[in-house]
């Protein structure tokens, strides 16, 4: 019988199976480990197979590692960086001249086929538009990645950047009250304007919702529009009186 794990593994897994205790998974240090920093960190093998992830002793997070990047993702890992000392002198982490160097035209095309591969991938995978790739808030998310990804070293692993969903979900509130307090300054510079209004009825629940957006031209002489709401209508008809309120509510939240 081979010995080899026939099913292929992903970080996410192998982490619900450290939480749960999984009996298929044993946790030793590498025969020909020398650095300091295994003191903290273990192997994972899973049905006995040695595997390209380590288990930080401490807080149980597996991390992708291999060989040859040895111990960078360690030194990365937030545990560690608890225990190591912030040099008083100049940080390690200097780029060197070849990072200020646009990539070879032959290393271009290879990225740029990768991002096409992912880009695909993406689509198919999360059931998303083709357009949603062009997106400006994806285009903003690729942006601050790039930008971590020229300070941060190339060890550091990307599901320790990118947020939970838990934590996307948390902050929803906390970012549309920071933006609201922006667009509220704004209208109060705002002296003509004109409010559009829809209306419709969620078919499974019935619930009907009104949503309100807000239409002037600047000083660039620029139309600019903003939704201010869409929320749940809870007035009994659509008469103009219930709209007039409904409406008045909301502009009046925003200072008009």
Wanted: net charge positive; with cysteine.
């Amino acid at each position: 019988m081979s010995s080899t794990v026939r099913k292929e593994f992903s970080k996410h897994d192998f982490q619900k199976l450290i939480l749960s205790n999984d009996s298929s998974i044993s946790l030793s240090k590498p025969a020909n480990a020398r650095s300091d920093l295994w003191s903290n960190f273990s192997q994972l093998y899973y049905s006995g197979v040695a595997q390209n992830y380590i288990v930080c002793n401490d807080c149980r997070n597996v991390l992708k590692w291999t060989s040859k990047t040895g111990t960078k993702v360690m030194k990365n890992h937030s545990c560690t960086k608890k225990l190591i000392p912030k040099p008083s002198t100049t940080p390690s982490r200097q780029r060197t001249i070849s990072s200020y160097m646009p990539p070879a035209q032959e290393n271009y095309s290879t990225i740029k086929d990768h991002i096409v591969e992912s880009c695909v991938e993406f689509c198919a995978r999360d059931n998303k538009p083709f357009e949603t790739i062009a997106s400006e808030g994806l285009m903003n998310l690729a942006k601050q990645l790039m930008n971590a990804s020229a300070l941060i070293d190339t060890g550091f692993s990307l599901n320790e950047l990118l947020p939970h969903p838990t934590t996307i979900s948390c902050n929803v509130q906390r970012i549309y009250n920071k933006l609201k307090d922006q667009l509220v300054t704004l209208c109060e510079k705002v002296d003509n304007f004109a409010i559009t209004c829809d209306f419709w009825t969620e078919g499974f629940t019935g619930l009907h919702y009104g949503g309100v957006s807000l239409h002037f031209v600047d000083v660039n002489y620029k139309l600019r529009m903003f939704i201010l709401a869409c929320k749940l209508y809870d007035l009994p008809n659509q008469k103009a009186f219930n709209i007039r309120e409904f409406v008045n509510k909301i502009v009046e939240d925003f200072g008009l």
